[in-house]
T-cell receptor, first 115, second 116 residues
Framework: AQSVTQLDSHVSVSEGTPVLLRCNYS??????LFWYVQHPNKGLQLLLKYTSAATLVKGINGFEAEFKKSETSFHLTKPSAHMSDAAEYFC?????????????FGTGTKLQVIP | DTGVSQDPRHKITKRGQNVTFRCDPI?????LYWYRQTLGQGPEFLTYFQNEAQLEKSRLLSDRFSAERPKGSFSTLEIQRTEQGDSAMYLC??????????????FGNGTRLTVT
């Protein structure tokens, strides 16, 4: 069984300040973890992925995430928020089981960037 | 553009009508997923194909919903006798299956359905 918890449904930051979006997961086996961003009326765009290589993962648009197995966390960070970062962010865990890829989404975090 | 393509982008229909959506995945991807997303919610899994085989269907997928992926290429999602509760964004995603690697899902821009 696997699950994903995004601890904050809304996060508000000022432009130019750091962003932290929190994600905790549970999985019976070694999972792969992803962060996606969704702008209004758009599909989901892959920001970054962790697939058992380096634990600090760099993604697009200056985002990065660190896989911490001991804390079962995969928090998304960015040093300095930009207005264009305002969107909804989803943490996703996947696991291969018997040739089937089980995909579980978090409930999403809406990021507001204040000018 | 070699991403996932969905058609149409928007569909407005009257209650009781049938609608069909199409998804063209990234060409080498053998897995294809359909999700439904309502306003303010995350994507809800509907169904999943590996090549042409439909491997899983959610309990959300009532008998009014049917999906196909003939020849393991494009996929269609049909909703019969639409209801107002079917109004949502329908998202398609594809990925590449490898035995030791969890390929990320690549999403299309979705089809927004409005049932009046």
């Amino acid at each position: 069984a696997q699950s994903v918890t995004q601890l904050d449904s809304h996060v508000s930051v000022s432009e130019g300040t750091p962003v932290l979006l929190r994600c905790n997961y549970s999985s019976s086996y070694s999972p792969s973890l992803f962060w996606y961003v969704q702008h209004p009326n758009k599909g989901l765009q892959l920001l970054l992925k962790y697939t058992s290589a380096a634990t600090l993962v760099k993604g697009i648009n200056g985002f990065e995430a660190e896989f911490k197995k001991s804390e079962t966390s995969f928090h998304l960070t960015k040093p300095s928020a930009h207005m264009s970062d305002a969107a909804e962010y989803f943490c996703v865990v996947t696991m291969n089981s018997g040739g089937y890829q089980k995909v579980t989404f978090g409930t999403g975090t809406k990021l507001q960037v204040i000018p | 553009d070699t991403g996932v393509s969905q058609d149409p982008r928007h569909k407005i229909t009257k209650r009781g009508q049938n609608v069909t959506f199409r998804c063209d995945p990234i060409s080498e991807h053998n897995r294809l997923y359909w999700y439904r997303q309502t306003l303010g919610q995350g994507p809800e899994f509907l169904t999943y194909f590996q090549n042409e085989a439909q491997l899983e269907k959610s309990r959300l997928l009532s008998d009014r919903f049917s999906a196909e992926r003939p020849k393991g290429s494009f996929s269609t999602l049909e909703i019969q006798r639409t209801e107002q509760g079917d109004s949502a964004m329908y998202l398609c995603a594809s990925s590449l299956a490898r035995s030791s690697y969890n390929s990320p899902l690549h999403f299309g821009n979705g089809t927004r359905l409005t049932v009046t």
